[in-house]
C-alpha cells in the first residue's frame, strides 16, 4: 500500500476518513454534579484565590492578576483531580507561556503572527515539559497583546499563580472527598 494517504476507517477515499473524524462520535461519559460540599469549596476556592490576587494587585498596586487566571480557577478549584490543575502545571505553564510570550513580543513585536506564535508555541513548550495548563494560552497571548516586558513572568505570572495554587492546597483539602495536590512534579 505504497503511497496510501488514507486515514484507517475502512475508507478506500482518502479525504472520507478525515471527515469522519470531524463528525465526532457520541457523548460517553456526563460530568457528575458535585456533591454540595464539593460546590461550596469550589465557589470559596475561587472566591479566595481570585480575590487574594485581585485584592493584592489593588492594595499593593502591583500587577498580580491575568485574565486568564479565570480559567486557572476552573482547573484549581473546580476540578482538582486533573493532571492539569496540579501545582506543576499550574505555576510551570504559566511561567513558560509568559516567557514565550514575552520573548515572542521582544523579538518581533504585536502582529496578528506574533500572537499566534506565542500561543501555538507556548502550547508546545508546555507539552513538551509536561506542564500542559490550558489557560497558559491565554498567558502568552496576552503577553503579547499586552507589550509585556520580562517582569510580567515574576509577577503577576508566577506570583499570581504560586497564590492560587496556595489557596487550592488550604481550601480543596477542606472537602472530605478531595486531596490536593495529587502530586507535585
Known amino acids: ?24 462520535g457520541r457523548r460517553t461519559i456526563s460530568l457528575p454534579v458535585p456533591p454540595a460540599v464539593d460546590l461550596f469549596v ?20 502591583m500587577p498580580l ?7 486557572s480557577a476552573v482547573l484549581i478549584y ?6 492539569l490543575a496540579q501545582p506543576r502545571n499550574v505555576i510551570g505553564g504559566h511561567v513558560i507561556a509568559a516567557a514565550t510570550g514575552v520573548c515572542i513580543y521582544y523579538f518581533f513585536g504585536l502582529t496578528w503572527w506574533s500572537a499566534a506564535l506565542a500561543t501555538s508555541l ?17 498567558t502568552a497571548l496576552g503577553a503579547v497583546l499586552n507589550r509585556a516586558s520580562p517582569i510580567y513572568i515574576l509577577t503577576p505570572v508566577a506570583a499570581g499563580a504560586v497564590i492560587m495554587v496556595i489557596i487550592g492546597l488550604l481550601v480543596n483539602n477542606l472537602s472530605p472527598h478531595r486531596r490536593y495536590p495529587k502530586y507535585w512534579l
Do not use: C, N, R
Open 65 to 71: 492578576l491575568v485574565l486568564s487566571f479565570g480559567a
Open 42 to 61: 469550589s465557589w470559596l476556592g475561587a472566591f479566595l484565590g481570585i480575590g487574594a490576587v485581585a485584592g493584592l494587585s489593588l492594595v499593593y498596586h
Open 78 to 83: 473546580g476540578v482538582p483531580d486533573v493532571p
Open 1 to 24: 500500500m505504497q503511497g496510501d494517504t488514507s486515514i484507517s476507517t475502512g475508507s478506500s477515499k482518502p479525504a472520507a476518513g478525515y471527515w469522519e473524524k470531524i463528525k465526532g
Open 122 to 138: 507556548a502550547i508546545v513548550l508546555m507539552l513538551v515539559t509536561g506542564t500542559t495548563h490550558p489557560p497558559g494560552g491565554a
